[in-house]
């Protein structure tokens, strides 16, 4: 082996442990943009980085979706690769079967497609909807857990419902059975629905987005009064057009004993239990408007009767502007977040790594950690996401800080031509990523080897 090999092999593997190569960023200058992502560098942002509401204009800054420049492609890590694993319809959330099928959520088209592929196969052998004519779905869940579940769940706009499953089924022979037929009193808003089950199977978790920014038109209440509306549902619940929005509830498997598992959460876009510890996750996409560094997105663990502040509150004790004074009775009660991501990022999907085996598995210490999307900003004048990250996860506990993991996906300050959604662990140790943006699942794969080559 020559001794450029040798250095060069050392520094992938000095990026791949986090070693002092990384660059760390807390405070302010973790906040950043688009601009200061790359693979490895880490951010650490606290309660106590916040600035004030209003220190910068609001702004509303959309992205142009601009068609991929030649040369573009996604960045990450030395010794893993990344490719194009299949074109999709503007593909959502994505959940890999026991037998390593793979289910994505096109909820644009109102379906549900299957992929096929072999083992470290680079695109799918079969691709097959599984069931379509669904209202927007997103979330996937399969159940019993095991090696041959014998329901595929899905999380439709404003209702769950299940197909029966047969391991290996490309498409369901039956029509859906319906097991939560409304699970609020309004739509619209943030139509987003993510679902998944306790590790033991005995509760479905549903996440429901808010239907405004900050409860916009909800008719007020005095403090005695919302104590009163709280008695029925949860400390924090909302009321009017945002009652049982805004929360992560809780059903058995056929739809019954329903309650509210968490309240205050304005969007959990995804909701995942953490196989190691048996907790729920939420990512979480906060409040708009109060400008461009303040609030932060955040990704944290979902306390049973837990509120987390919305609307009347954020990042903990942070009263909003708009609401001041609104319920006092609130302050201290909102739980502040594990860990706080770059404002107005729009975190999306959520998965754990677990693999251990596999053609495409990562190094062990990858094992145990969190990947988050990020799907990227509207809201901020400096754009921020576009992105996959890694979440430091020591004892099933976050650590607080992330690693950004694929990046590249941001043309100029103004076009994007990917937005990472969904993301899952594949059959062989892959980290499949759905780009609906692109239109295309993304899958990255560890490769040793590659780092000769670099």
């Given amino acids: 082996m020559t001794a450029r090999l040798v250095l060069t092999l050392m520094a992938g593997v000095s ?9 760390e960023r807390v405070g302010a200058a973790a906040l950043g943009d688009w601009r200061t992502d790359s693979p490895g560098v880490v951010r650490h942002i606290t309660a106590a980085d916040l600035p004030a509401p209003y220190a910068t204009h609001p702004t509303a800054s959309p992205p142009a979706e601009v068609a991929k420049p030649a ?12 490719a194009a694993f299949a074109k999709l319809d503007h593909p959502r959330q994505i959940r890999v079967a026991p037998n390593g099928d793979v289910f994505v959520a096109e909820t644009n088209a109102g379906r549900i497609t299957v992929l096929r592929a072999t083992d470290g196969g680079a695109t799918p052998t079969a691709t097959e909807i599984f069931a ?10 399969f159940y019993p857990a095991g090696p041959h579940p014998k329901y595929i769940y899905v999380a439709n706009n404003n209702a769950v419902v299940r197909f029966a499953y047969t391991t290996g089924d490309l498409k369901a022979a039956d029509p859906p059975q319906v097991v939560v037929a409304k699970l609020a009193g309004t739509t619209g808003g943030h139509t987003t629905r993510d679902i998944d089950f306790s590790r033991e199977g005995r509760r479905m978790l549903v996440s429901v987005g808010s239907g405004s920014n900050l409860a916009e038109g909800m008719p007020a209440k005095t403090s005695t009064d919302a104590q009163v509306w709280e008695a029925d549902h949860m400390l924090g619940s909302a009321w009017g057009r945002e009652a049982d929005r805004a929360n992560v509830l809780s059903f058995d498997p056929e739809g019954g004993a329903r309650t509210i598992l968490a309240s205050g959460i304005r969007n959990c876009v995804s909701v995942r239990i953490n196989p190691v510890t048996g907790d729920p996750w939420c990512v979480v996409n906060e409040r708009d408007s109060l400008g461009d560094d303040v609030p932060p997105d955040y990704v944290t663990r979902v306390r049973a009767k837990g509120f987390h502040g919305w609307p009347w509150y954020y990042i903990g004790d942070h009263e909003d502007p708009l609401l001041k004074g609104q319920r006092p009775d609130l302050l201290g009660k909102a739980i502040t977040p594990d860990v706080l991501i770059q404002p107005h990022s729009a975190p999306l999907g959520l998965t754990f790594y677990t693999a251990k085996t596999g053609a495409a598995a990562f190094p062990a210490s990858y094992r145990g950690d969190a990947f988050v999307t990020l799907h990227g900003s509207w809201n901020r004048g400096k754009r921020t996401g576009y992105k996959l990250v890694r979440l430091k996860v020591k004892d099933g506990v976050p650590t607080g800080t992330y690693e950004d993991f694929l ?6 300050d103004r076009g994007v031509w990917g937005r990472p959604v969904g993301v899952a662990v594949a059959h062989d140790g892959a980290l499949l ?15 040793p080897k590659s780092l000769a080559t670099k």
């Fill in 15 to 23: 990026a791949l442990s986090g070693a002092a190569t990384a660059q």
């Fill in 71 to 82: 040369d573009g492609a996604p960045r990450t890590l030395p010794g893993f690769t990344v």
């Fill in 132 to 141: 379509s004519g669904l209202d927007q779905p997103f979330g996937i869940a």
């Fill in 407 to 412: 990046t590249g996906f941001v043309a100029d």
């Fill in 433 to 447: 990523v759905t780009d609906d943006g692109g239109s295309v699942v993304w899958r990255v794969a560890y490769d």
